[in-house]
Nanobody, 126 residues
Framework: QVQLVESGGGSVQAGGSLRLSCAVS????????KGWFRQAPGKEREWVAGINTGVGTAGYDDSVKGRFTISQDNAKTTVYLQMNSLNSEDTAKYYC???????????????????WGQGTQVTVSS
């Protein structure tokens, strides 16, 4: 089993920044893909970014490319999502997720991810 706990959400004005953290514990060697998803009210959960924790390759949805950065600490027990130039369309609940598999940096489907955190709310006001 793998446990994921997100933190770092909050309220920010448009143009501001936030950094989300995802603490990973348990059988961490059983997963090599970590991703961030988000879900706004009335919308489907969507993939935002993903990283292969073994080789460090990362990928982003076009809507956040150039503004968000996914990274991990040296121990590979924490995954971060640095979010800059936030706008109202970024308002959502953000989830950290993990799985074992390939193509970690490509657009992911929620059903592909086995482990999920409880989510952290990000609200951007204009």
């Amino acid at each position: 089993q793998v446990q994921l706990v997100e933190s770092g959400g909050g309220s920010v004005q448009a143009g501001g920044s936030l950094r989300l953290s995802c603490a990973v514990s348990g059988n961490t060697y059983s997963v090599n893909c970590k991703g961030w998803f988000r879900q706004a009210p009335g919308k489907e959960r969507e993939w935002v970014a993903g990283i292969n924790t073994g080789v460090g390759t990362a990928g982003y949805d076009d809507s956040v490319k150039g503004r968000f950065t996914i990274s991990q600490d040296n121990a590979k027990t924490t995954v971060y999502l640095q979010m800059n130039s936030l706008n109202s369309e970024d308002t959502a609940k953000y989830y950290c997720a993990a799985r074992q598999g390939a193509y970690c940096s490509r657009v992911g489907r929620p059903d592909d991810y086995k482990y999920w955190g409880q989510g952290t709310q990000v609200t951007v006001s204009s």
